[in-house]
């Protein structure tokens, strides 16, 4: 990757930190990005970061996009206050940076040159890298939804999920724990791992080696898939740092499009979502397999 271009991480604001509009784009949740990680050392002249809020996720963001800038080039990172922008000055600071600071629209815009030296870079990119986690020998990574703990609401559905037949596919994978369950019932033929995050289809690659299984990084809700038999999800309800219950719904919406006549869908929410409705418009019937510690499980027949 030449010197001399310009790079951005997550979507663009261009009222809080402009960008070219030919910026190389990093994001892990912008299908066909760039990998970060993969970006040379000294690659770019400036970088704008929209900032992670996970902690141990941001500053590997912070770290990487330092690397690859040339020195003395610029980096914008921008955060809303209170999903890790308070914290941002400090975090540049502690990787040797010299930093401007801004307030604007309940955000913090910071504004360095890569220093000479960045102090901790190894340690920030290894903190934030793909590990193993020890219990199940899975791979992860930081910034991964639920990365470092089996999410309730996936424990929920693996609690009652069928044995499953014909071709399927995991709406939402993740790391793969769903379809590690899925596949292991013999008479699966093939199951469609489809998700946005990039990091997750990388540590799921490593996850699940069954030839049956075929890994897709894209949107859920444009998948193209068609006549499946079976479709598992336990599908996102944030975005933006928000609660936006339209995710869900879209994947109903998309789920019901993508199974054959008498295929089902077996999908996990929180209680409080409002997707009876949605189901019930999608689908020609709709039962509520179980229900408890903030969750419920629905199968639904096209």
């Known amino acids: 990757m030449s010197a001399n271009r310009t790079a951005l991480y997550g979507q663009p604001d261009h009222d809080l930190a402009p960008s070219a509009p030919d910026a190389v784009q990093l994001s892990p949740l912008v299908v066909g990005s760039a990998n970060l990680a993969d970006v040379g050392d000294a690659a770019f002249d400036a970088v704008t970061v929209r900032a992670p809020a996970g902690a141990v996720e941001r500053r590997y963001v912070l770290a990487q996009a330092l690397r690859t800038l040339v020195p003395g080039g610029r980096l914008t990172v921008f955060a ?3 999903r890790g922008g308070l914290r941002l000055k400090k975090e540049l600071q502690a990787l040797g940076c ?23 870079l190894q340690e920030a990119i290894d903190a934030g890298a793909p590990r193993q986690i020890a219990e199940n ?24 999920l069928p044995p499953f037949s014909g ?16 596949l292991a019932s013999p008479k699966v033929i093939k199951l469609s791992l489809v998700e946005l995050d990039r990091r997750a289809i990388e540590v799921s690659g490593r996850n699940i080696t069954d030839p049956r299984a075929e890994i897709v990084w894209a949107d859920a809700r444009q998948s193209g898939l068609k006549d499946l038999d079976f479709i598992v999800s336990n599908p996102p309800f944030h975005e933006g ?8 719904q879209a994947f109903i919406r998309a789920a019901a499009a993508a199974l054959r006549k008498g295929g089902a869908l077996w999908i996990v929410a929180n209680r409080h979502l409002p997707y009876e409705a949605i189901l019930a418009e999608n689908f020609a019937k709709v039962r509520l397999v179980a229900e408890g510690g903030g969750y419920k499980v629905f199968e639904a027949k096209t």
């Not at 010299?98 to 309940?106: I, L, P, T």
């Not at 020998?137 to 009652?160: H, I, M």
């Not at 740092?241 to 869900?248: A, F, N, T, V, Y």
Request: net charge negative; glycine share 16%; proline share 4%.
């Open 80 to 82: 809303p206050k209170d």
């Open 98 to 120: 010299e930093v401007g600071e801004s307030a604007r629209r309940h955000h913090r815009i910071c504004v360095s040159l890569r220093p000479d030296v960045i102090v901790g």
């Open 137 to 160: 020998g899975l791979w992860t990574q930081p910034g991964v939804f639920s990365w470092d703990r089996l999410d309730a609401g996936t424990n929920a559905l693996l609690q009652v």
């Open 167 to 182: 071709v399927g596919a995991d709406f939402g994978s993740g790391i793969g724990l769903l379809a590690l369950n899925v």
């Open 241 to 248: 740092g928000g609660e936006d219950k339209s995710l869900g």
